[in-house]
């Protein structure tokens, strides 16, 4: 049972918009900022986003990270094959001094 | 760009020990926290273990703290985890990644090393 709660799957057309939702308590992302993350198949993570909606360099603006309260979201827009894979949200949580990831989604297109 | 490279693993009986290395480079690798993240076969990830950029500063999960000893070397830019008394649910694939900062806590990590795997079994 994972600390942040995700949805296991989203899915959509080529093209597309996807958001994927992330959510935890005042002790994790209600009061630290949240990364997230890419895994293809296979592969180690990869940051996506970072400090709740910074992208580094490398990464597309077609990817977009908020957060309000105690939930963040992840958004991709104009869906590529090239984005399915696994990811996943990160933060720290200030009651269990550790840090803490959600369950993951998988996001296939269509 | 950050490279980090680890070893280390690979099978061991329960109730064994192995000690994973991460081995650091293209930063100032004492002025960041790591962290170990492992990921069991067709699972998510799970936080293991932390350490500040000068060592003196740790955390670590429930499941592991007193089996578990992160450490590190900033003189070979190299980052440890001892791991004891080793149990069949500590089969994963173990990466090392940097945190954003010099401390410990407070944030989760930015770049992730390509992992090693360790199983556990008889």
């Known amino acids: 049972q994972s600390v942040l709660t995700q949805p296991p799957l989203v899915s959509a057309a080529p093209g597309q918009k996807v958001t994927i939702s992330c959510s935890g308590s005042s002790s994790n992302i209600g009061n630290n900022y949240v990364s997230w993350y890419q895994q293809l198949p296979g592969t180690a993570p990869k940051l996506l986003i970072f400090?709740?909606?910074k992208r580094p360099s490398e990464i597309p603006d077609r990817l977009s990270g908020s957060k309000s309260g105690t939930s963040a979201t992840l958004g991709i827009t104009g869906l590529q094959t090239g984005d399915e894979a696994d990811y996943y949200c990160?933060?720290?949580?200030?009651?269990?001094?550790?840090?803490?990831f959600g369950g993951g989604t998988k996001v296939t297109v269509l | 760009e950050v490279q980090l490279l680890e070893s280390g693993g690979g099978l061991v009986q329960p109730g064994g020990s192995l000690r994973l290395s991460c081995a650091a480079s293209?930063?100032?690798?004492?002025?960041?926290?790591m962290t170990w993240v492992r990921q069991a076969p067709e699972k998510g990830l799970e936080w293991v273990s932390s350490i500040s950029g000068s060592g003196d500063e740790t955390y670590y999960a429930a499941s592991v703290k007193g089996r578990f000893t992160i450490s590190r070397d900033n003189s070979n830019n190299t980052l440890y985890l001892q791991m004891n008394s080793l149990r069949a649910e500590d089969t994963a694939v173990y990466f090392c990644a940097c945190l954003p900062g010099i401390s410990a806590s407070g944030a989760p990590p930015d770049f992730w090393g390509q992992g090693t795997l360790v199983t556990v079994s008889s």
């Open positions: 293209r930063f100032t690798f004492n002025s960041y926290g």
């Open positions: 990160g933060t720290w949580d200030d009651s269990l001094s550790a840090v803490v």
């Open positions: 400090d709740n909606n």
